[in-house]
């Protein structure tokens, strides 16, 4: 009886060691998870710890770094996406669209706007290249040649093969320089359209005064392509349709270009930031609602610029166009456009250059003009108006833009500095400030960079435009964007002749994956902690749209740069390294550092998601 006492006891105390011991099992693994696992989330009482556009958790950035200090290890690796999201967009994925069972109005293009996943449905993963990728041909040879590796898609060259769009040649694409409207190349093209005008020398760009211009449907890019020659800038826009490539095919070739569509929402540029607009068999329905994608257009063109229309509409005879064509001429005429030449297959309208017409129209002519308390400067998810955007005095009285011509313009302190509170002596500060901390940026790189290196480049704040100004001697072309509560400086990037977009950088970005040689962020990380999104989020989605053996130059708090860094090898972003303190100017923001890092092209065998 004593014997069975004793083995009772023994049995009991086995018994509770073990619950004991996979109690502080228990204790030790939920101390070590939340160090090793980013973004966990904070006490309800706080917030609910979910990021609401990009999913993940939030932390608060002094408490991530405060853990680190103690907890100084990161994630030794990144998961790899499988290799069927290897040209994902989050933002832009139609499959989310059908999965989450939305029912976007098909008409109106909805479905090709901006739909972005909820926090479960996330990619928290890197996405890999397609299978053969080769680093990119380097500008100008890549504007008439890309591997066909890269965007292993060769339907649009068999569709589009009576239109000299692309060729398939062996392991390359090459691009004639075709398009649907203009088949024997757009550079004949382009002289075409400056006869027609008259412009001196039969140059479109006119001196200098036509600049920007906005390319809509532009398939792939190939009449942007040859504008830069003629030293004028396109934004080069096309949805992610049934040519589902085009944009990829574009940005492959270094040509200024991004995804967008005349849809619902206004496009994400400021008003009056275009010299012209052109469309060449873009197949868009322009009277519909009212005509309000017209009404678009109309915002952005700046006063006394042009609209180049290459279509069936302006030159057929049958009844379905010649209606068309009526009811186009009926509406630019009530919204005081005029026909400025018409010839062959195209017609070009010019808008007024102050708000005279505007002015003299019957009561309750269609369209109306927008009521004051309207923004034409507001785009970023903001739905597009049926109404005329009237100029400001200013602009009313000078009957026109007030810019110089290019290139000038690009360093001359253009008048809407007014309009955003800038001086002339602010403008120009900034301007010498870029030009120095861009010379220190090259000088960080020399031993690693090489002539025609970068070719896309994205400056992710790009404040009043002073970084890619700063470029104007090297062969690139800057996506200038400006975050949601700065966006009222891109009409600036404009005016001095660049283009750009308003982003918010808790979001995807609107492009493919890998499209960019460089990605300069001054700033953005300090500004999204203000937010409350991830810092591993956005280093995600950076690594997304940087090609492989492209640069990223971060220039930030040293907390911040800190943190970043040690994230560096687990996005493979290793191939070179260089970190430094660079001086203090006018623009910094207290102390700083400045850390640029280049992307590995991954080898084959890294294991998948």
């Known amino acids: 009886m004593k014997q069975k006492s004793e083995k009772l006891y023994t049995a009991k105390q086995i018994t509770s060691a073990l619950i ?11 101390y070590y998870g939340s160090s090793f696992v980013p973004a966990l989330s904070r006490s309800e009482g706080e917030h609910d710890g979910t990021d609401p556009v990009l999913g993940g958790n939030i932390r608060d950035f002094d408490d991530l770094f405060e853990d680190q200090e103690h907890n100084p290890e990161v994630p030794k690796s990144i998961p790899i996406c499988d290799i069927k999201h290897s040209e994902l967009i989050p933002c832009l994925d139609r499959n989310l669209i059908y999965q989450l069972k939305l029912k976007p109005n098909l008409t109106l293009m909805e479905h090709y706007e901006r739909h972005c996943p909820p926090p479960e449905r996330r990619f928290n993963c890197l996405i890999p290249p397609p299978i053969g990728y080769k680093i990119p041909i380097r500008w100008p040879e890549s504007r008439d040649e890309v591997w066909k590796a890269n965007i ?11 239109q000299n769009w692309m060729v398939v040649n062996g392991e390359k694409i090459n691009f004639p320089g075709g398009g649907t409207h203009f088949h024997d190349g757009a550079n004949k093209y382009i002289v075409s359209l400056a006869r027609m005008l008259k412009f001196p020398n039969d140059k479109l760009h006119n001196g200098g005064n036509i600049r920007n211009v906005l390319d809509v449907g532009c398939g792939v890019a190939s009449f942007g392509a040859y504008l830069l020659s003629h030293s004028i800038i396109a934004m080069s826009i096309a949805p992610n349709d049934v040519h589902e490539n085009q944009i990829q095919f574009a940005l492959e070739r270094g040509i200024p270009s991004t995804l967008g569509v005349l849809g619902t929402k206004r496009l994400p540029y400021p008003s009056r930031s275009f010299e012209l607009a052109h469309c060449s ?10 005509g309000i994608l017209l009404l678009e257009l109309d915002r952005l063109l ?79 998810n903001v739905h597009m108006k049926a109404c005329i955007a009237p100029y ?64 896309n480049v994205m400056d992710m704040n790009s404040n009043l435009g002073g ?16 975050p949601v509560n700065m966006s009222a400086r891109l009409k600036i990037i404009y005016d001095r002749g660049l283009i750009g977009t308003v982003h918010d950088w808790c979001e995807a970005f609107s492009t493919y994956p890998r499209t960019y040689d460089l990605l300069h962020a001054w700033g953005v990380f300090s500004e999204i902690q203000e937010h409350g999104c991830g810092v591993e989020d956005l280093l995600i989605e950076m690594d997304r749209i940087l090609r492989p053996d492209g640069f990223v130059i971060i220039r930030d708090k040293p907390v911040i740069i800190n943190y970043i860094r040690k994230f560096v ?41």
């Open 281 to 290: 068999r873009c197949r868009i329905d322009w009277l519909q609602r009212d």
């Open 467 to 482: 970084f890619g100004a700063a470029l104007k001697d090297t062969d690139v072309w800057v996506m200038n964007v400006a």
């Open 302 to 380: 700046r006063p006394g610029g042009y609209f180049a229309y290459s279509s069936p509409e302006a030159y057929a005879l049958d009844p379905e166009n010649r209606r068309i064509w009526n009811a186009m001429h009926d509406l630019l005429r009530r919204m005081c456009w005029r026909v400025a030449v018409k010839k062959d297959q195209t017609v070009i309208w010019q808008k007024p250059l102050g708000n005279g017409c505007y002015l003299k129209r019957d009561p309750g002519t269609q369209p109306p003009l927008c009521s004051t308390g309207d923004d034409p400067d507001a785009t970023w």
């Open 20 to 30: 004991a011991f996979i109690f502080l099992l228990g204790l030790l693994c939920l």
């Open 569 to 609: 090898t687990a996005l493979r972003w290793d191939r070179w390294l260089s970190e430094v303190e660079p001086r203090s100017d006018a623009l910094s923001l207290s102390e700083e550092r400045v850390l640029i890092a280049r992307k590995k092209l991954w080898s084959e065998g890294d294991s998948a998601m």
């Open 152 to 162: 292993p898609h060769t339907h649009l060259a068999q569709e589009k093969s009576d």
């Open 392 to 455: 400001s005095a200013k602009m009313h009285k000078e009957r026109g833009s007030g810019l110089v011509p290019w290139p000038k313009r690009l360093t001359a302190a253009p008048p809407r500095l007014e309009d955003i509170g800038v001086s002339p002596e602010q403008f120009h500060e900034d301007t010498n400030i870029w030009q120095f901390r861009v010379n220190e940026y090259w000088k960080q790189m020399k031993s690693v960079v090489r002539k025609n290196y970068f070719r």
